[in-house]
């Protein structure tokens, strides 16, 4: 393969790449429509002027057969009158217009199967422009749904949900490790409590049997918590061992 030859072919791809990509289907469409309507009217054009034609050749036969006719008429009447060179002169001349005749009958005949053809084209051809004009109001249509389609699809291609999805996802578990940060600062602050309140209860008859020690041994009275209304306190028995604690000492 030549270098010329590569290089047309390339330039040839190129030149079909950029117009593929130029077209555009609905001015397309329109186009096709229009170039057949124009065709329509050449085609229109040709079929009268082949209908024309073969009127004149109509014409031009019938005149040259009744032309054979007459000449063949006057030949009868030279004879009858007993004028054979006039009769023969005749006869030449009905010859003449009777090959005249035959000539334009066998073009007569051919234009006929002209006309028709062209009469069969041209219905045709105008019942192609008619499919065509509905068949094109309903791919426009079409391609205006395809191409909303398309910009919805382009769309939604171009959003990136994987990544707003993964943000999602990341706050919600940002808000569940908050809520469980509260709930234990919750339970931690509640235990807290609990200890101090059982600190202070572990500590409460440690600190009455001290102050009850000191009572003994310095004479004072013991600071009682109050009881019950209707209950008694044994006072009594408290002063007498008091009592009896310091005669002991005054004996020493």
Same mark, same amino acid.
């Given at each position: 393969?030549?270098?010329?030859?590569?290089?047309?072919?390339?330039?040839?791809?190129?030149?079909?790449?950029?117009?593929?990509?130029?077209?555009?289907?609905?001015?397309?469409?329109?186009?096709?429509?229009?170039?057949?309507?124009?065709?329509?009217?050449?085609?229109?054009?040709?079929?009268?002027?082949?209908?024309?034609?073969?009127?004149?050749?109509?014409?031009?036969?019938?005149? $040259?057969? +009744? #032309? =054979?006719?007459?000449?063949?008429?006057? &030949?009868? /009447?030279?004879? @009858?009158?007993?004028?054979?060179?006039?009769?023969?002169?005749?006869?030449?001349?009905?010859?003449?217009?009777?090959?005249?005749?035959?000539?334009?009958?066998?073009?007569?005949?051919?234009?006929?199967?002209?006309?028709?053809?062209?009469?069969?084209?041209?219905?045709?051809?105008?019942?192609?422009?008619?499919?065509?004009?509905?068949?094109?109001?309903?791919?426009?249509?079409?391609?205006?749904?395809?191409?909303?389609?398309?910009?919805?699809?382009?769309?939604?291609?171009?959003?990136?949900?994987?990544?707003?999805?993964?943000?999602?996802?990341?706050?919600?578990?940002?808000?569940?490790?908050?809520? $469980?940060? +509260? #709930? =234990?600062?919750?339970?931690?602050?509640? &235990?807290? /409590?609990?200890? @101090?309140?059982?600190?202070?209860?572990?500590?409460?008859?440690?600190?009455?049997?001290?102050?009850?020690?000191?009572?003994?041994?310095?004479?004072?009275?013991?600071?009682?918590?109050?009881?019950?209304?209707?209950?008694?306190?044994?006072?009594?028995?408290?002063?007498?061992?008091?009592?009896?604690?310091?005669?002991?000492?005054?004996?020493?």
């Amino acid at each position: 393969m030549g270098l010329f030859d590569r290089i047309s072919r390339l330039v040839r791809a190129n030149l079909n790449d950029v117009v593929s990509k130029a077209e555009d289907p609905e001015k397309i469409l329109e186009q096709s429509i229009m170039d057949m309507q124009e065709d329509l009217v050449q085609l229109r054009q040709a079929v009268a002027q082949a209908i024309a034609t073969q009127k004149r050749s109509e014409q031009q036969y019938n005149q $040259a057969q +009744s #032309q =054979a006719n007459q000449w063949q008429q006057r &030949a009868q /009447l030279a004879l @009858q009158k007993g004028d054979e060179n006039l009769a023969r002169e005749a006869l030449v001349r009905k010859k003449s217009h009777a090959e005249t005749a035959a000539t334009i009958k066998a073009q007569l005949d051919s234009q006929s199967g002209q006309v028709d053809t062209l009469k069969r084209n041209l219905i045709q051809l105008e019942s192609k422009i008619s499919e065509a004009k509905t068949k094109k109001n309903m791919l426009k249509a079409r391609l205006q749904s395809a191409k909303a389609q398309e910009r919805l699809q382009n769309t939604i291609g171009s959003l990136d949900t994987n990544s707003s999805m993964a943000a999602f996802d990341r706050m919600e578990e940002k808000v569940l490790q908050i809520e $469980a940060r +509260s #709930q =234990a600062a919750g339970e931690l602050a509640g &235990a807290d /409590l609990e200890s @101090q309140f059982a600190k202070l209860e572990a500590g409460s008859d440690v600190d009455d049997e001290l102050m009850a020690l000191k009572a003994q041994i310095t004479g004072s009275p013991v600071a009682q918590p109050q009881l019950e209304a209707g209950k008694s306190q044994p006072n009594d028995v408290v002063d007498a061992e008091l009592e009896e604690l310091r005669r002991e000492l005054k004996d020493l």
